[in-house]
């Protein structure tokens, strides 16, 4: 498996907001704390296809977006992220890896497959290498298994089913019999 390199290390830092949660400590939770080391909540927001500047947090006076202004305001929040491509998946798979598109090999959004006949076929048929290749890769929810978190994703996701990218749980089911490189949730 591919270690993550110093450059992978950075983006996953920098894209990753910590929250202790409550600050006031009972007796109780300082005794568990002397017992084990408290590790922090880790909750990881990307947000595809807004600019840095849609939150308040960062300084929009015009998008109101109290709750993650205030999740912002408990949490250490880095502002300078960056991925090596201004695609989806192969920004996805760097900031999951700590690897260049061409180490992890996702390469573009879509692989190039036959579009004639039975097309969700086809492209499974030209996915299958690329994700059986992915998941050999090392993971940021691999890594964070191994401290004892568990994790979940949901939203966009291009690489197959949430497993692909070591995911304990998650909503992606990535069949493509159902439509599947990632879900849409419609709510009445």
């Known amino acids: 498996m591919k270690k993550l390199n110093k450059i992978g290390y950075l ?4 894209s990753i907001c910590f929250s202790c949660g409550n600050k006031s400590k009972t007796a109780e939770s300082n005794i568990k704390e002397d ?7 880790i ?20 998008i ?9 305001s408990e949490s250490l929040t880095f502002t300078r992220g960056y991925v090596p491509t201004p695609l ?15 180490d992890h090999g996702i390469i573009g ?29 090392t993971t940021l929810p691999d890594m964070l298994k191994e401290k004892g978190y568990l994790s979940f994703q949901t939203g966009k ?8 990218g070591g995911f304990d749980y998650g909503m992606t089911h990535g069949n493509p019999n159902r439509g599947g490189r990632m879900v849409i949730l419609v709510y009445k």
């Open 11 to 14: 983006i996953l830092l920098v």
């Open 35 to 41: 017992k084990a080391v408290q590790q922090p909540n």
């Open 43 to 62: 909750v990881f927001i990307l947000s595809d296809d807004q600019s840095w500047t849609d939150y308040g947090f960062m300084g929009n006076e015009n």
């Open 64 to 72: 109101e977006t109290p709750r993650l202004d205030q999740f912002a």
């Open 88 to 102: 989806c998946s192969p920004s996805l798979a760097t900031i999951i890896t700590g690897l260049y598109p061409k």
């Open 109 to 137: 959004n879509d692989k190039v497959y036959e579009r004639k006949g039975n097309r969700k076929e086809n492209r499974a048929k030209a996915y299958k290498p690329v994700i059986e290749a992915f998941e050999k890769q």
């Open 157 to 164: 996701w291009w690489h197959g089913n949430y497993k692909v």
